[in-house]
């Protein structure tokens, strides 16, 4: 079962972003077990409780708190207290008011991704390969006009690929 003690806790204060660092970590859910995800849910502010609680699949519920306990987790550690709050900037952005840590967060099928900063702002993104629909409206919509000129690049077997 994971517990606070269980957590590598002298690596994680090593691993607290100096200057134009970013450390990353990546969490598998399908290594965490009932009890964990119960003590991770634990970690969560009653805000947070309730946003897990209203996921209508388990899949759903369990990545979200696997994600924001695991950041409670390294939080804790990095800024040394517990009782912070997780704002949201216009965007949807969280950070902690009045902290120098920069993070993000992502989730997709199996992994988490987190990356820490320090007063650097950070954005992280993962996603499950699968097969996507209409992917040229999706690529023309939304990417960059060098990253359409990149992808137009590859060979169509490795589009899929370079997409993700």
Same mark, same amino acid.
């Not at 696997?66 to 990095?78: C, D, P, S, T, Y």
């Not at 990417?143 to 370079?162: I, R, T, Y």
């Given at each position: 079962?994971?517990?606070?003690?269980?957590?590598?806790?002298?690596?994680?204060?090593?691993?607290?972003? =100096?200057?134009?660092?970013?450390? @990353?970590?990546?969490?598998?859910?399908?290594?965490?077990?009932?009890?964990?995800?119960?003590?991770?849910?634990? #970690?969560?502010?009653?805000?947070?409780?309730?946003?897990?609680?209203?996921? #209508?699949?388990?899949?759903?519920?369990?990545?979200?708190?696997?994600?924001?306990?695991?950041?409670?987790?390294?939080?804790?550690?990095? #800024?040394?207290?517990?009782?912070?709050? =997780?704002?949201?900037?216009?965007?949807?952005?969280?950070?902690?008011?009045?902290?120098?840590?920069?993070?993000?967060?992502?989730?997709?099928?199996?992994?988490?991704?987190?990356?820490?900063?320090?007063?650097?702002?950070?954005?992280?993104?993962?996603?499950?390969?699968?097969?996507?629909?209409?992917?040229?409206?999706?690529v023309k919509e939304y990417l960059h006009p060098n990253e359409?000129?990149?992808?137009?690049? @590859?060979?169509?077997?490795?589009?899929?690929?370079?997409?993700?």
């Amino acid at each position: 079962m994971l517990s606070q003690p269980d957590w590598p806790i002298g690596h994680l204060q090593k691993s607290i972003p =100096i200057e134009e660092e970013i450390v @990353c970590w990546r969490v598998f859910l399908d290594r965490l077990s009932k009890p964990d995800l119960d003590f991770l849910f634990q #970690l969560l502010d009653s805000n947070e409780q309730s946003r897990a609680n209203s996921f #209508l699949k388990d899949a759903d519920k369990y990545r979200y708190i696997a994600a924001h306990g695991v950041l409670r987790i390294f939080l804790n550690e990095m #800024l040394g207290e517990k009782g912070y709050i =997780i704002a949201k900037n216009a965007y949807g952005k969280p950070y902690v008011p009045q902290a120098s840590i920069q993070f993000n967060l992502s989730h997709s099928g199996n992994m988490i991704l987190l990356a820490f900063t320090n007063n650097i702002p950070i954005g992280v993104d993962v996603e499950q390969m699968r097969d996507i629909d209409n992917v040229d409206l999706i690529v023309k919509e939304y990417l960059h006009p060098n990253e359409v000129k990149e992808l137009s690049a @590859c060979q169509l077997h490795e589009s899929d690929q370079a997409f993700f």
